[in-house]
């Protein structure tokens, strides 16, 4: 499943295709998991969210260090199949003057492959559904006023004509689009989900005013899509509102990808399966150093419950059975010798019987995700990957720990909880659990080392030690055949076989040509650029 709110795909691949050399923003972890395929060793049947975990004992390619490190696969019964319910949905077009511009590898242009797209969605629309299209540039109009399915299939000859008439022209202004289509929205709508589609080329400026529409809209359940359908859209707009609740994102790069997305995936794209989903830690000594592939950043553990109002049933750990054991002993106890503890006492007695939590994320909204079958007859999640770095000096000899995720259920309103509990043995040999944790490593040093010469061109400076100096140096060039020969031999192109090669070779294709464009860059700049290599910590 998409372990969160950001469903980015082509987050790597669509930052190489500039003349220049991006901003680090446009490649993050998340965006390489999201398109690589990780194994589900069991599908998941009944759970709404559960946890394959795996760990590892590595060296680390850039810096020779030992690390140690835990990666956690989301699961859910919606994996596979996905979510299809009754839903409203206002398609947002933008017909400004740039999607009048080819798309690569194709001779139709940016708004023709749009109205392709949007025919055969609305051949797809359910009898139950509501669907509205407004086009928008630098205004927005209803071209197809809130209809409900059954009268839409009726009227689809008159509605495909409004589509097919749609010509490109002028700017773009997303705000007064969403306006009108949160107002359609509020308005007229009936069914649980609420989905607001842009198919834009996102050419457009941070607008303070659509961000504060975007967090309403997200706040009312009622949720965006955005289809970028441009390879230099404005992604770090779209980043943080895919960081609100049910919003999410794709890169288009071609016909088929929107076919992909707005069709055939439309059981994954439209449908959040659950919300407010925590993933805990549950250890007596291991510590956390960082966590990658979340996009948000760790958050500290919050004191729900006033002491006024504490008893054991509401403490966070009542559910684990050996934790009410133990306070049940207590409590045993104490009556025996026809004594009554206060409950502040009870309290405190408790929180040290506890084991203690650390939160890995707080994640707003998660996706269910495609399952693709390999050659091998096992099933591959598209994306789903988290990976948690832990501090070495917390790692004993035999380190028990537990897992708990949960989440409030999108269709049944619901509270789901599920702990997974995972023995980590520490070692000094280098070892894997399984292939996914070997490959999410392999694709985290990856983008590490682009991130290190990305920030370096675009002057995101900060730190002394990696600067133009360094891209002239004999170092970039071993870090980078370092890091291609640690992910040729890491990841897995046995399985998936053509789409796993495909994504290999573009990555170390993009590397080899990206590292040379930061040499040639470092060999016409007179002046030094810094940056923090360590600020990477959630991404």
Not at 446 to 466: L, P, Q, S, V
Not at 506 to 523: L, P, R, V
Request: hydrophobic share 30%; net charge positive.
């Amino acid at each position: 499943m998409m372990c969160c709110s950001i469903g980015s795909r082509g987050a790597l691949l669509s930052s190489y295709s500039k003349k220049e050399i991006p901003s680090s923003t446009t490649l993050t972890y998340e965006g390489l998991f999201s398109e690589n395929f990780f194994k589900i060793n069991q599908k998941e049947k009944n759970l709404l969210n559960n946890l394959e975990i795996s760990s590892a004992n590595i060296i680390n390619p850039l810096n020779n260090e030992k690390e140690t490190w835990i990666g956690l696969l989301t699961k859910s019964k919606y994996d596979g199949i996905g979510i299809r319910e009754p839903i409203d949905i206002c398609l947002l077009i933008d017909i400004s003057g740039s999607m009048g511009m080819n798309i690569k590898n194709s001779s139709n242009n940016r708004l023709d492959i749009t109205k392709n797209a949007v025919l055969n969605f609305m051949k797809n629309i359910n009898d139950k559904d509501n669907v509205s299209v407004i086009k928008f540039n630098s205004n927005a109009d209803v071209i197809i006023p809130f209809t409900n399915g059954k009268i839409f299939k009726e009227k689809f000859d008159n509605f495909s004509e409004n589509i097919k008439s749609l010509k490109d022209c002028w700017g773009t202004n997303l705000y007064i689009a969403l306006l009108k289509a949160y107002d359609i929205m509020k308005t007229n709508s009936v069914n649980k989900y609420k989905r607001i589609i842009f198919i834009t080329d996102m050419e457009y400026y941070e607008d303070r005013e659509f961000k504060d529409l975007c967090l309403k809209s997200s706040e009312e359940n009622i949720f965006i899509t955005f289809l970028g359908i441009s390879e230099q859209f404005n992604t770090e707009l779209v980043e943080q509102v895919a960081k609100m609740r049910g919003c999410n994102y794709y890169v288009i790069k071609n016909e088929e990808d929107i076919q992909k997305y707005l069709i055939d995936d439309f059981n994954y794209t439209c449908f959040v399966s659950d919300i407010n989903t925590r993933i805990e830690l549950l250890s007596p000594n291991l510590k956390i150093e960082k966590v990658i592939g979340t996009g948000i950043k760790e958050s500290k553990e919050k004191n729900i419950l006033g002491k006024d109002e504490w008893f054991p049933s509401k403490h966070k750990d009542y559910e684990n059975e050996k934790f009410r054991n133990n306070v049940k002993f207590l409590m045993l106890y104490f009556n025996r010798k026809n004594k009554i503890l206060p409950k502040p006492i009870l309290s405190n007695f408790c929180n040290f019987l506890k084991c203690e939590r650390k939160i890995i994320c707080e994640i707003k909204s998660t996706f269910p995700s495609n399952l693709l079958k390999g050659e091998d007859n096992n099933y591959y999640s598209e994306g789903g990957m988290i990976l948690i770095k832990l501090k070495n000096d917390s790692i004993l000899s035999n380190n028990y720990c537990q897992f708990s995720i949960k989440c409030l259920g999108m269709l049944d309103d619901k509270e789901h909880n599920n702990t997974i509990s995972y023995n980590l043995k520490k070692s000094d040999d280098i070892y894997y659990s399984d292939n996914n944790i070997r490959e999410a490593l392999s694709l985290y040093f990856y983008a590490k080392f682009n991130r290190r010469y990305m920030k370096i061109c675009n002057n995101e400076n900060k730190n002394k030690r990696y600067n133009l100096d360094y891209l002239k140096s004999p170092e970039f060039n071993e870090n980078k055949n370092t890091i291609m020969k640690f992910i040729e031999s890491n990841y897995d192109v046995n399985t998936l076989k053509n789409k796993k090669e495909n994504l290999l070779s573009k990555y170390i294709e993009k590397m080899n040509t990206m590292a040379q464009k930061a040499i040639n860059y470092s060999q016409n700049k007179n002046y030094e650029k810094y940056f923090d290599d360590d600020d990477d910590r959630y991404f």
